[in-house]
């Protein structure tokens, strides 16, 4: 079978496992990456090998010696343990960080930090401009805490506010789903950004950078379809919810409540700024920007804010780590799986067949975001999307491109935000604890996501263009 076929056949199977019998992702991205391994021709493999290991040489990774011996060991691994192989990969890349990930939001949500977060962003815009306040607490929230989470946090604060203040309750709604959903695709730890720049081979602290900068422009966007919305459209508050969210008497400090969700960005920034210019007397820099490490100082500070929340509580603490770990724990081996599926496409030699299509390289995001865009839209999860058109952006990346290949991690992104409709867990999240019907979700919230994702891809070709950082 041709590369392209063994990618047809994959993403089939992924899509249909999914969608039509409703397998579990992990098993569905398991069962396709072992069928691509056992369908793969030894030719395929032997190509693959010699362009890797040609493309290693290149770099000065590999010399003559260690490219001959990778060769035979590569001929001699069967294709079960191949999948093995590239799943151990995965968890070895993303494991640790999406467990920190995981503790982090964990413990801003149970601590009130989270709270407090929203309720100081909400004091420096004020009451006229809450529905920004929502926009930029949702954004800021969604980097360690996943997308479903922030929105059952913020949304009783959105209906506490309508009824305080009479404002459009719609707006908040739209601002909460635009400022989340975008850092969810865009800046890690959050999983699907994390997979497709370790799978491209892109520097966290790059993904963060660049993740951070689309999503301005595409934030921006959708607060002003927000604001275009909530004054075509209608929706009033549900009853008002008996919560302590908006009660600031047990959060912690300012200071405490940001430091866990800005402190790994610091500390991953200054590594990747240390290796751009290899700062003289900074190694600091480098260590602490390692992101396994810079992730897990600040689940450390996070789980020092939940202690003193708590009093020192034992049994809260133990289980509050727990609930972390086991949400947690999927998300890593989906995401492995992700990352063997995504092994075994390359050892297809895929990337020499993309590479070898004229044009492609002036087509690579448009494709990048098209084909994340399909499988979204097909079976819901942004995440799984991500996931899947990861092996196909890696391959782009194999080719001598006029950009960085961050570009392609971040077409990716804006790609898995079309089309959110009733086969996606974040559309019934939204529209159930919003007290929304589903027409009016598919009215408001579905073409709103679609949109900015859309946006968004025209801002990262333009940012290619402008900035190819080559």
Not at 153 to 180: E, K
Not at 276 to 288: A, N, R
Not at 424 to 441: H, N, R
Request: charged share 15%.
């Amino acid at each position: 079978m041709t590369p392209f076929l063994l990618l047809g056949l994959g993403m089939a199977i992924v899509l249909s496992l999914v969608i039509w019998l409703k397998v579990h992702p992990f098993l569905a991205l398991i069962i396709a990456a072992t069928v691509v391994s056992f369908s793969t021709p030894e030719k395929s493999l032997k190509s693959y090998a010699e362009n890797y290991t040609q493309s290693q040489k290149d770099r000065g990774k590999m010399t003559d010696s260690s490219a001959k011996q990778f060769k035979d060991d590569f001929a001699k691994v069967s294709p079960m343990k191949r999948v093995v192989q590239e799943f151990g990969g995965g968890c070895a890349k993303v494991g640790l960080i999406i467990a920190f990930a995981a503790l982090i939001g964990k413990c801003m949500l149970e601590s009130g930090a989270a709270s407090k977060v929203v309720m100081v962003i909400i004091s420096l815009f004020g009451e006229k401009r809450v529905g920004l306040a929502f926009l930029c607490s949702g954004f800021i929230l969604a980097v360690p805490v996943f997308f479903d989470t922030v929105f059952y946090l913020l949304i009783p604060i959105a209906v506490a506010m309508a009824h305080r203040t009479g404002g459009n309750y719609l707006l908040y709604v739209l601002c909460i789903v635009a400022g989340g959903t975008m850092a969810h695709s865009l800046v890690p730890p959050t999983p699907g950004p994390l997979l497709v720049a370790e799978e491209i081979g892109v520097d966290i602290g790059a993904m963060m950078i660049g993740g951070l900068g689309i999503g301005i422009f595409t934030v921006t966007f959708g607060y002003f379809y927000a604001k275009w919305a909530s004054k075509k459209f209608k929706l009033s508050p549900p009853d008002l919810p008996d919560d302590r969210l908006s009660d600031e008497g047990y959060m912690p400090s300012t200071f405490m409540s940001f430091l866990p969700v800005i402190l790994p960005v610091l500390l991953v920034t200054g590594g990747t700024l240390h290796g751009i210019f290899k700062l003289e007397g900074f190694e600091i820099l480098k260590v602490l920007g390692d992101k396994n490490l810079a992730l897990g100082i600040s689940a450390m500070v996070a789980f020092f804010v939940l202690y003193r929340s708590c009093s020192g509580d034992k049994e809260r603490l133990k289980n509050s780590s727990s609930d972390a770990f086991s949400s947690g724990a999927v998300i890593v081996i989906i995401t492995a799986a992700g990352a063997a599926f995504g092994g075994v496409l390359k050892q297809t030699d895929i990337a020499t067949s993309i590479g070898s299509i004229e044009g492609s390289q002036a087509l690579a995001l448009p494709v990048c975001f098209l084909i994340t865009a399909l499988v979204r839209t097909a079976q819901g999860s942004a995440t799984v999307a991500m996931i899947t058109a990861a092996p196909v952006a890696a391959a782009f990346a194999s080719q001598d491109l006029a950009f960085h290949p961050v570009y392609l991690a971040l077409a990716v992104g804006c790609g898995s935000k079309p089309i959110p409709w009733m086969n996606d867990s974040g559309f019934w999240v939204v529209t159930k604890m919003s007290g929304m019907q589903e027409a009016q979700t598919l009215k408001t919230v579905t073409p709103m996501m679609s949109m900015m994702g859309l946006f968004g891809l025209i801002v990262t070709v333009l940012a290619s263009l402008i900035l190819p950082f080559q």
